[in-house]
């Protein structure tokens, strides 16, 4: 069974601070995906990632899938409020056609 | 375009209770997901589907049922309600990478 485990649980900062959040796996995946969810609602898509050692910028926010294909990394430069909330990675298996999700990392960032 | 929606919001069910949690997407997605989440667990897949009248099980299907008549409905079916069935349940439309687009789930309690 694939298992994508995500570090750290739970994570509170002060606004305009760095952080990374994790997701590792002893699996290979062929895609990686890392959506943000609030409360009362969907988790929304912020970024597939498909290649190893690919990295993909969104405003604030850079993705990284590592090399092998086994882990992922989610980097925030200076937070803001708005990015509390939980974040899922999930990846799709090289034999499998569904979605695994990570328990997922819960952000606050404190004004 | 609406998205993927879902109703209702909220429901209270007794136990042996039994309901339908109503799923329809105007985005033209062939796959279409059901997935519970509890507190701390990620995302559980229930049951999917790669098109009209082809439904299959996901990891955690004992207690619900499915349909899928047309491309844009995917009703989950709850026959006989149990307290392990309070959870907040999620439909998505899958696209072309498997990536998912979320409905705004269902908070259902069963007492």
Same mark, same amino acid.
């Given at each position: 069974?694939?298992? +994508?485990?995500? /570090?750290?649980?739970? !994570?509170?900062?002060?606004?305009?601070?760095?952080? =990374?959040?994790?997701?590792?796996?002893?699996?290979?995946?062929?895609?990686?995906?890392?959506?943000?969810?609030?409360?009362?609602?969907?988790?929304?898509? !912020?970024? =597939?990632?498909?290649?190893?050692?690919?990295?993909?910028?969104?405003?604030? !926010?850079?993705?990284?899938?590592?090399?092998?294909?086994?882990?992922?990394?989610?980097?925030?430069?200076?937070?803001?409020?708005?990015?509390?909330? +939980?974040?899922?990675?999930?990846?799709?298996?090289?034999?499998?056609?569904?979605?695994?999700?990570?328990?997922?990392?819960? +952000? /606050?960032?404190?004004? | 375009?609406?998205?993927?929606?879902?109703?209702?919001?909220?429901?209270? !069910?007794?136990?042996?209770?039994?309901?339908?949690?109503?799923?329809?997407?105007?985005?033209?997605?062939?796959?279409?997901?059901?997935?519970?989440?509890?507190?701390?667990?990620?995302?559980?897949?229930?049951?999917?589907?790669?098109?009209?009248?082809?439904?299959?099980?996901?990891?955690?299907?004992?207690?619900?049922?499915?349909?899928? /008549?047309?491309?844009?409905?995917?009703?989950?079916?709850?026959? +006989?309600?149990?307290?392990?069935?309070?959870?907040?349940?999620?439909?998505?439309?899958?696209?072309?990478?498997?990536?998912?687009?979320?409905?705004?789930?269902?908070?259902?309690?069963?007492?």
């Amino acid at each position: 069974t694939q298992l +994508l485990e995500q /570090s750290p649980q739970f !994570l509170s900062i002060q606004e305009g601070e760095n952080l =990374t959040v994790y997701c590792n796996s002893s699996s290979v995946f062929s895609s990686l995906q890392w959506y943000r969810q609030e409360p009362g609602e969907g988790p929304v898509l !912020l970024v =597939t990632v498909v290649t190893g050692g690919e990295v993909k910028k969104l405003k604030r !926010l850079t993705f990284q899938f590592g090399d092998a294909r086994k882990d992922s990394s989610l980097h925030i430069t200076a937070a803001q409020p708005g990015d509390t909330g +939980l974040y899922l990675c999930a990846g799709k298996g090289t034999s499998q056609g569904n979605l695994i999700f990570g328990k997922g990392t819960k +952000l /606050s960032v404190k004004p | 375009n609406a998205g993927v929606t879902q109703t209702p919001k909220f429901r209270i !069910l007794k136990i042996g209770q039994s309901m339908t949690l109503q799923c329809t997407q105007d985005m033209n997605h062939n796959y279409m997901y059901w997935y519970r989440q509890d507190p701390g667990m990620g995302l559980k897949l229930i049951y999917y589907s790669v098109g009209a009248g082809i439904t299959d099980k996901g990891e955690v299907p004992n207690g619900y049922n499915v349909s899928r /008549s047309t491309t844009e409905d995917f009703p989950l079916r709850l026959e +006989l309600a149990a307290p392990s069935q309070t959870s907040v349940y999620f439909c998505a439309g899958g696209g072309l990478y498997n990536e998912q687009f979320f409905g705004p789930g269902t908070r259902l309690t069963v007492l």
